[in-house]
């Protein structure tokens, strides 16, 4: 029937207000967009707002972006489209963005959007910064070179922790020939043996945390020429 054409709306399926008319109406300004950042994500909270003539809008756009926004630059903004169709007015709404930069600063805006495309008068802004990841810290490491005689061997403790909790590996690098690495808890134990030729050596630990921060550490080592067995004589 050309008299109903537009009357569902921008994606509207709601059999009982099918054939309403657009009043005109725009929806409420979003006014209370939190943020909690996290390393890699931020997660926002907001109050579902109304819409004088439809109830409600139909979804939101959230706009993050590591340039600055504002009214005049964001249309052309990347954003995400959340879904609000049938959330009541007054209802607490929350979104998670992931796949983001630790210690980045992200500029944000939240518009709403009615059945009909009708956007909220004023967009929220809003400044936020991820978490900054800190890399594992090494402590103990020698001063001095570790020396290490004929068929003699020695032994180092390092502690290594990552402050803001994260899991990380380790791995030698290096000249590691006779040099071992053995991990309990916080305590990394790097053995040395005299398996090289005599001479100066380095060997560097690396460790690595979940989000790829990295600490090297290098550690000098020297493997001493060995005395020629004496023979006694009778």
Known sequence: NPDEAGRLGVGYIDAGAAFA???GKVPADVTD????????????????????????????????????????NLEAAPYVRINATNIQPGTSMSYTLNALTPGTAYHVAMIAIDRWGQTSAKPLFLDTTTKENHAPKVTGV??????????????????????????FSYKLTGNTRGVTANRKGDVITLQF?????????????????????ETSVDIPFEVEKGEAPTVSGE
């Open 21 to 23: 008319t657009n009043g």
């Open 33 to 72: 967009l939190t943020c909690e950042p996290a390393f890699t994500s931020l997660t926002f909270q907001w109050t579902a707002v109304t819409d004088e003539d439809d109830h409600t809008p139909v979804k939101y756009h959230l706009y993050v972006s590591e340039e600055v926004l504002t009214e005049s």
């Open 142 to 167: 020698p001063t001095e070179p570790i020396r290490v005689g004929r068929m003699e061997e020695k032994e180092v403790k390092l502690t290594a922790i990552d402050e803001d909790g994260h899991t």
């Open 193 to 213: 043996r005299a398996a090289a030729n005599p001479g100066k050596y380095t060997v560097t630990l690396i460790l690595t945390d979940e989000l790829k921060a």
